[in-house]
């Protein structure tokens, strides 16, 4: 199919999209996959798969597409997403989020709380994945925002966003390192220069946070409930309450006793920092050991998300429950209770993935990236740009990245560029695939569906601040070439 039909196509699917989810009010995940189909039949993907022969590679039809794409998806997210909201709901039942919340608030003041929780927000997200992170933090970013009185957007959109940023630009995640490693740059100048830049980014993110903050957004869905429900349980039993309704419905929970202290800040945030530690230790173990060390294989293994927040909801079993006298069935009911208000999240959130897929398999991103490579841009904001184009056309900040990397890789290893000019280039590439993050992007679907935006606020918000995240990269980044003699 011709190229610019091709994009034609992409364009409107994504039009489509956001026609039937705003304009429409149909559900996201049931917009999301009916919009991969007919994106999908436009751009000629076969109905069915189409087997590898001699001159072809096998093609998926759209259908198998479809659930690839959403398996794949699900398979990193779904898990952590389920332990997360258990452990986030344990620490709430216990009273352990408000008196965090509280205990901080006191110590910082209200106006220091977003600056010093997007600050913790850029340290925290160095050894762990976007998504991870930010879910581990949801129930911290609900405690503050209820002890403080404000929606969770006020403190979660800024640290989302410096999470974001860490994320893309600063190894060890697979981005900056796979990128590194397709254009030959030297990851210790790659590390250096992205943590220099992000600071100042984490200062922007702040402020930028704070001027979109001015306007009121309206929680919608499952996320207005669960953050209404969030510490009423334990402001009941403060009042006298034995028990209470979590999660709607017939899920009643019995909570703490109105004698019972909360926990103590400092086990609230060990089980919050338990998982992190883990997670960094595995990344640092992957990056300082050789491959195939039976010391980096048993830190793998403990440093995985899954296994990492597995012992944090194993600790919060034995700090939360069993110390402090729970029932084993008053603790099942609570985890299970938190997995309702989560299964939107996972769905949406899978239903992206399938999207993402679609447009991959129908050829948009080779389009976009061969259609871009012909303008004769210079090699730093040609980096940027294809970046930014692929990761606006399917989704993954990773993905484009690794392809960007790798359509400009025989470019930059032809171009004579000096050892700082290629970590630079590479970091161009990163904060491209910083921006533009919409419907198609699952982070998009997690941070909007936890701080409870709709899809026109999530735009007007999250897409614009991981936008001038990255175009505010960039510019340092370019500003450096310019310093270091880049053409």
């Not at 927040?309 to 700090?319: N, Q, T």
């Not at 110390?323 to 208000?341: I, K, N, Q």
């Amino acid at each position: 199919m011709d190229t610019p039909i091709l994009l034609a196509i992409a364009a409107g699917g994504i039009g489509l999209l956001l026609l039937l989810i705003i304009r429409f009010k149909i559900q996201p995940f049931v917009a999301l996959l009916l919009t991969s189909i007919i994106v999908g039949l436009a751009t000629g993907i076969p109905l069915n798969t189409v087997p590898a022969t001699a001159d072809a590679a096998e093609r998926l039809g759209i259908v198998p597409a479809m659930i690839a794409g959403m398996g794949g998806t699900l398979g990193s997210v779904a898990i952590l997403v389920a332990l997360g909201a258990m452990l986030g709901r344990m620490i709430e039942i216990s009273g352990g989020a408000a008196s965090l919340a509280g205990r901080f608030t006191g110590w910082l003041g209200p106006k220091r709380v977003s600056a010093a929780l997007t600050g913790a927000a850029l340290i925290l997200a160095i050894p762990i994945f976007f998504d991870v992170g930010f879910i581990i933090l949801v129930p911290i970013i609900y405690g503050f925002a209820k002890a403080a009185g404000v929606e969770p957007v006020k403190f979660g959109l800024p640290m989302a966003g410096i999470m974001l940023v860490v994320h893309v630009a600063v190894p060890p995640t697979p981005g900056p390192v796979g990128g590194a490693v397709l254009l030959g740059a030297d990851l210790g100048w790659v590390t250096i220069i992205s943590l220099a830049v992000s600071i100042p980014l984490g200062v922007l993110a702040h402020f930028v946070a704070k001027w979109m903050n001015r306007r009121q957004y309206t929680m919608i869905g499952a996320a207005a409930e669960q953050f209404a429900a969030f510490g009423s349980a334990a402001a009941r039993a403060r009042d006298g309450a034995a028990e209470a309704y979590v999660g709607g419905g017939a899920n009643r929970v019995t909570t703490r006793s109105a004698t019972e202290a909360p926990p103590s800040v400092w086990t609230i945030l060990t089980l919050i920092l338990v998982p992190l530690l883990l997670i960094m230790t595995g990344t640092i173990a992957a990056t300082v050991l050789p491959a195939g060390d039976p010391v980096r294989v048993f830190f793998a293994f403990i440093g995985a998300p899954v296994f990492a927040l597995l012992v944090a909801l194993a600790l919060a079993f034995f700090l939360l429950a069993v110390r402090r006298g729970w029932s084993l069935s008053h603790t099942g009911e609570v985890m299970e209770a938190a997995l309702p208000p989560v299964a939107i999240v996972i769905l949406v959130t899978g239903a992206g993935g399938s999207f993402a897929r679609i447009l991959t398999e129908s050829g948009v991103g080779s389009a976009l990236a061969t259609t871009l490579a012909a303008t004769g841009l210079p090699v730093i904001v040609l980096a940027f740009v294809l970046s930014l184009v692929l990761r606006a056309s399917q989704g993954s900040a990773t993905v484009a990245i690794l392809t960007t990397s790798g359509l400009l890789a025989a470019t930059v290893a032809d171009g004579g560029f000096g050892t700082i000019q290629v970590a630079l280039i590479t970091l161009a590439v990163c904060f491209g695939a910083l921006g533009l993050s919409h419907v198609n992007d699952s982070g998009f679907w997690v941070v909007t569906r936890y701080l409870g935006l709709s899809v026109a606020d999530g735009l007007r918000t999250w897409t614009v601040l991981t936008t001038v995240l990255g175009l505010a990269g960039f510019l340092l980044v370019a500003l450096l070439w310019l310093l270091v003699g880049g053409g």
